[in-house]
C-alpha cells in the first residue's frame, strides 16, 4: 500500500458499535478477568508500597497476570504520560492503585495495518479521569493515551495485557490527524 502524501485524506474510521463487547478472543483470560486481577492487585497495598518511585520518570514492576497475561506495576510522577499508543492484537485492563490518571482514548476500530495517516472523524474522542479504586478493560486495537494531570501527586496503578504484548504501536496526534510514528516489539524495551 502506498504511503500517502503528508495532509492527504486517508482511510476512513468506523465507528465502534455500541454491541462490540472487549474480548481477548485467544482462550486466554478475558478482559473480565485482568479487570479481576488488576483490581485485587491494586488493593495489596505492600505489593503498591513496593514499588520505587522516582520524580523524573516513570517506573515499572513486573508481575505474574493470570493465564499467562502479561502485567504492570507503574508509577507515575506528576506531569508524566505514555503519549498516544494501542497494544496491538493484546486485549487488556488497568486500574489506578494511588492518586488518579487521565485516559484519552479513540471510540474507534483502527484500520490495523498498512497506513501511516488517518483522519479521524468528529466525536470519537473520549475521556476519562480514573482515581484510586477506578479502572477500565479494553479490547484488541484499543488506541489511547495516558497521563498523570497532578502537579504534585505521583499515581501508581497496575495494568494486564493478553496474549502478552507482541508490539506496541506509537502515534503522534495534531488535531484530528493521527500519524503512526513507530512500532516496538519486546526486543526494543530491554
Ligand atoms: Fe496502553
Known amino acids: 500500500m502506498p504511503t500517502p502524501a503528508p495532509g492527504q485524506a486517508t482511510t476512513p474510521v468506523p465507528a465502534l458499535r455500541a454491541s462490540e463487547s472487549p474480548d481477548t478472543g485467544s482462550g486466554g483470560p478475558t478482559v473480565a478477568e485482568l479487570l479481576d486481577f488488576v483490581r485485587r492487585t491494586a488493593d495489596d497495598a505492600a505489593l503498591v508500597a513496593s514499588l520505587p518511585l522516582d520524580p523524573e520518570g516513570r517506573t515499572w514492576l513486573r508481575l505474574e497476570g493470570p493465564g499467562g497475561s502479561e502485567a504492570w506495576l507503574i508509577g ?4 508524566t504520560g505514555t503519549g498516544w499508543h494501542d497494544h496491538a492484537e493484546s486485549a487488556g485492563a488497568f486500574t489506578v492503585a494511588t492518586g488518579a490518571l487521565r485516559e484519552h482514548s479513540l471510540a474507534a476500530r483502527l484500520p490495523t495495518d498498512g497506513w501511516k ?5 468528529e466525536g470519537i474522542d473520549r475521556t476519562r479521569e480514573l482515581r484510586a479504586g477506578e479502572g477500565r478493560g479494553f479490547g484488541r486495537h484499543h488506541v ?47
Open 117 to 121: 495517516s488517518l483522519e479521524l472523524h
Open 76 to 79: 507515575w510522577p506528576p506531569g
Open 144 to 190: 489511547h493515551e495516558v497521563l498523570n494531570e497532578s502537579e504534585r501527586a505521583h499515581a501508581v496503578s497496575v495494568h494486564a495485557y493478553y496474549p502478552p504484548l507482541p508490539q506496541i504501536r506509537r502515534y503522534s496526534r495534531t488535531g484530528a490527524t493521527l500519524r503512526l510514528e513507530q512500532t516496538e516489539r519486546p526486543e526494543d524495551w530491554k
